[in-house]
């Protein structure tokens, strides 16, 4: 997906395999092309560095929402572990292609950023209602499980969806997406919610750690050096982590009592639905079909392969018909929607390995580190300022790629007016929640989030204001 873009760069029977295009692509740089079989030792290298590109996309939503809905360090442990192990099962049914199922592409799946908001806003209510952290667990999944249908059968209507969700609305929402975040990353600077239960938030100790590898990751982000600039975020963490350390604020008290291997366990914490609270989940699923179709756009970009035409939209279909899968699949086994991430046609470039093989080598790599529990544990004990200082240049780069998306097109009148209503609502109920504490509880949930609140509006005057859709 598009979260970190500009800051690093089934069934037994299977249908025929897509043609077979040449080793290397005339009109890019690759050396190995979509259907070459490179080198062990090539294929090792590109597989290490998009793992590299994508784990912390990967573990940061479930270390987020862990932290925000107060879930004890072993079911935070659990989260990051699923989300790399069902990653990995994601990744392969992408690039494999089973069926109509996947594109084909090297293409990368990960844990989607975007439901980031309105998963914290089911939990916490959920929490605030009576239930245990573990408990509005099992209503979140249940509601990206249904979700999922949505986008799989979005998958089948692409030509026609592309037409309504314009670039304007996609942007527009993608712009949401980070700029709601940003409360959730300067909470975190200051230390979480923990820190503000015992009153040591905002203290001099936890806002200079989390400038400490704000820092690191501006000044690696510039060097000339792409792998600095691909490692800058892990970077950061990583020195975060020992300062972190030494000051006395990981603990890492619990790992003596984890287990060395974890078994994944379907629906292990239950199954819930509740159908005023999944209106932002359906209306992000099908912003996540248009990012899809944007991502793997760029990856058959930069690996030679057609974007337009039958073989084109056949990719799309299936690809967006994967990511729907996946994330049905993340919901039994316990983590969060998955969806493709953009990051990795960065490696691609830099590599000039563009094999769909490759594909194969991530996803048992991701699947073996989320099989250990023990990396989990590892991951969770990181300090909150620590991802604080990583997160908040992530969600400010999400925002960024929303306007990159808007000012690819003409802005004008139409175009502001819709921005600026969108925009406005879609912060102003994020910022002041209690706006709504006077309507019925459906409009709260519909509009309590301000991605669907924003988005929903850019849609519909998109839609109903004269002049052409852009």
Known sequence: MSEQEGIIQYPDETVAELPPEPAIAKSTDLIYGLESKPPLRDTLFAAVQHVLASFIGIITPSLIIGGAIGLEPEDRAYLISMS????????????????PVGSGLLSIQGTSFAFIGPIIGAGTAAVAGGATPAQALGLIFGMCLIGSFIEMIFSQFIEVISRVITPLVTGTVVMLIGLTLINAGVLAMGGGA????????????????????????????????????MASIAIGLIVGYIVGLSMGLVDL???????????????????GFNPTAFIPFAFLYLITTIESIGDLTATSVVT?????????????????????????????FNTFPNTTFSQNNGVIQLTGI?????????????????????????????????LGGATIIMFGSVATAGIKIVSSIEIGRRETLILATSLGL?????????????????????????????????????????????
């Open 354 to 386: 563009g094999s769909r093989y490759v594909g194969y080598f991530i996803a048992v790599i991701l699947s073996i580190l989320g099989l250990f529990p023990i990396i989990g544990g590892v991951l969770q004990a990181i300090p909150q300022p620590v």
């Open 84 to 99: 790399l192990f069902v990653s990995g099962i994601a990744t392969f049914i992408q690039t494999r292609r089973i069926g």
């Open 426 to 470: 879609g912060l102003g109920v994020t910022f002041a929640p209690d706006l709504l504490s006077g309507m019925p509880i459906l409009i709260k949930n519909i509009f309590g989030s301000g991605i669907s609140a924003g988005g929903i509006c850019a849609l519909v005057l998109n839609i109903l204001l004269p002049g052409e859709r852009k």
């Open 253 to 271: 008290s619990r790992l003596s009592q984890m287990a060395i291997f974890t078994l994944p366990i379907p629906f292990k914490y239950g199954f």
């Open 304 to 332: 030679g392969q057609p974007i337009q035409g039958e073989t084109y939209f056949r990719r799309m279909r299936g690809g967006v018909l994967g990511d729907g899968l996946n994330s049905f699949i993340a919901a039994i």
């Open 194 to 229: 923990l820190a503000k239960q015992n009153e040591t938030y905002g203290s001099a100790q936890n806002v200079l750690l989390s400038l400490l590898v704000l820092a690191i990751i501006i000044i690696l982000n510039s060097s000339r050096n792409t792998f600095l600039r």
